[in-house]
């Protein structure tokens, strides 16, 4: 079983940066998928970006390629994502995502943190 723990969210102020964090544990041998979705208030939650700690190229939604950077310390088992330049339509609910497989599209996430908030005003 994997556990997931995202921090790093807070309100913050339109045009800064923030960096999110998704701690993961339970399980330090399987290679994941591995992905941020957002969820704002009245809309459905929807990935924005995902990687595999196995290595090779991030994926990310068009409508965040260039603000958005996920990344991962393989040694601290952390997954980041950076956002700049924010926006006001940034504010969400932001959840950290895996499973242990190789990333696809509309691949299945077994495991999801809590999540952790972001306003941006």
């Known amino acids: 079983h994997v556990q997931l723990v995202e921090s790093g969210g807070g309100s913050v102020q339109a045009g800064s940066s923030v960096t999110l964090s998704c701690v993961h544990s339970?399980?330090?041998?399987?290679?994941?998928?591995m992905a941020w979705f957002r969820q704002s208030p009245g809309k459905e939650r929807e990935e924005r970006a995902a990687?595999?700690?196995?290595?090779?190229?991030?994926w990310y939604a068009d409508s965040v390629k260039g603000r958005f950077t996920i990344s991962q310390d393989k040694a601290k088992n952390t997954l980041y994502l950076q956002i700049n330049s924010l926006k006001p339509e940034d504010t969400a609910m932001y959840y950290c995502?895996?499973?242990?497989?190789?990333?696809?599209?509309?691949?299945?996430?077994?495991?999801w943190g809590q999540g952790t908030q972001v306003t941006v005003s």
């Open positions: 990687m595999y700690t196995g290595g090779g190229t991030p």
């Open positions: 995502a895996a499973v242990r497989s190789e990333c696809y599209r509309g691949i299945y996430y077994q495991y």
């Open positions: 339970g399980d330090n041998y399987s290679r994941l998928c």
